[in-house]
């Protein structure tokens, strides 16, 4: 249970969120840091912060090319925090979360970020 109250703490600062959904909008092949604070209008040291939280929530992956370091939605760490939302649901009555599900099952349908040179 922790690890989702960990995941819902991250989401719950307008910063976080806005990289969240800039990053989701990006998809797998994610931005480097530096285009990411600008677009958010944040500082880099600042968005470092702000960045570790999300990636130590399992909301976010990163990696280095070169000299860049790289962020991306973590798709299944997404999927896994709906299906949390969601493992308990409808009851008998899965219409109530249908258009949950779907959205979960689509999360772990995301390709594969391409590492490029």
Do not use: N
């Not at 604070?37 to 944040?42: I, K, N, Q, S, T």
């Not at 909301?59 to 070169?66: A, D, E, H």
């Not at 962020?71 to 999927?79: K, L, P, Q, V």
């Not at 925090?81 to 979960?104: K, V």
């Amino acid at each position: 249970m922790e690890k989702w109250v960990e995941a819902f703490a991250a989401l719950a600062h307008d910063t976080r969120l806005k990289v969240v959904r800039l990053l989701m909008q990006q998809g797998p092949s994610g931005l480097p840091a530096g285009e990411i604070a600008a677009r958010v209008e944040v500082q880099a040291s600042t968005l470092s912060f702000h960045l570790r939280e999300l990636e130590r929530a399992g909301l976010l992956t990163s990696w280095r090319r070169q000299r860049q370091v790289f962020y991306a939605a973590d798709y299944e760490g997404f999927r896994r925090l709906l299906a949390f939302l969601t493992d308990d649901c409808c009851q008998g009555h899965p219409e109530i979360c249908s258009g949950l599900m779907q959205a979960a099952v689509a999360c772990g349908d995301a390709p594969a970020r391409k590492d490029e040179p």
